[in-house]
């Protein structure tokens, strides 16, 4: 059975300063993941996605992924935090080769940049 | 390109009432699935459709139907409204079998049972 886990729920940076957002996931076959991410009452938005090419993945704002296969990893970072990067954070997994289709979202993680 | 169209943005019910949230999409995806948004607990499927005439229970399906008679719509009912059923609903779209399709989403549909 796949599954997402989000490893904070909440993180805290200051502007210009890094951004780490950890997600670990499990998955019997090979996985498509992605990032989304959904600011104060708006939709979710796809940051990037990983579907078995390269393991660095860029995707929009900055923001960046690394597969990691041996650590059941795919952790979203960004070298120099925004404002308006502060949002909610989503790390999903899909497998459709496993004959499901389905997408297991993570619980989120709230992303907070200082002044 | 109007992507993933919901309807309607905001609704108040009252316990015991029903209503349908519409879900339209023009990209032809053959993969369509509803999910409620709450806090702290991420995204959860209710249901989804691998493609016109099939649909299949996620993981809260309870209280909630589906059925899919065209590929562009998914409409989702909710029979008799109950409080706990006050969230944020989300309806998404795929291209089915692409390894790697993301999900496009609606703007969401903000229930309020009273």
């Known amino acids: 059975a796949q599954s997402v886990t989000q490893l904070d729920s909440h993180v805290s940076v200051s502007e210009g300063t890094p951004v780490l957002l950890r997600c670990n996931y499990s998955?019997?076959?090979?996985?498509?993941l992605f990032w989304y991410v959904q600011h104060p009452n708006k939709g979710l938005q796809l940051l990037l996605k990983?579907?078995?090419?390269?393991?660095l993945v860029k995707g929009i704002n900055g923001f960046e992924a690394e597969f990691k296969k041996s650590e059941t990893s795919f952790h979203l970072t960004k070298p120099s935090a925004h404002m308006s990067d502060a949002a909610e954070y989503f790390c999903v997994v899909s497998d459709p080769t496993s004959g499901t289709y389905k997408y297991i979202f993570g619980t989120g993680t709230r992303l907070k940049v200082l002044a | 390109n109007a992507g993933v169209t919901q309807t309607p943005k905001f609704q108040v019910l009252k316990t015991g009432q029903s209503m349908t949230l519409q879900c339209a999409q023009d990209m032809n995806h053959e993969y369509m699935s509803w999910y409620r948004q709450d806090p702290g607990m991420g995204l959860r499927l209710i249901h989804y459709?691998?493609?016109?005439?099939?649909?299949d229970q996620g993981e809260v399906p309870n209280g909630y139907n589906v059925s899919r008679s065209t590929t562009e719509d998914f409409p989702l009912r909710l029979l008799s409204a109950a409080p706990s059923q006050t969230s944020v609903y989300f309806c998404a779209s795929s291209f089915q079998g692409a390894l790697g399709s993301p999900l496009h989403f609606g703007n969401g549909t903000r229930l309020t049972v009273t």
């Open positions: 998955s019997s076959y090979s996985p498509s």
């Open positions: 990983y579907t078995s090419a390269a393991t």
């Open positions: 459709s691998v493609g016109a005439g099939i649909t």
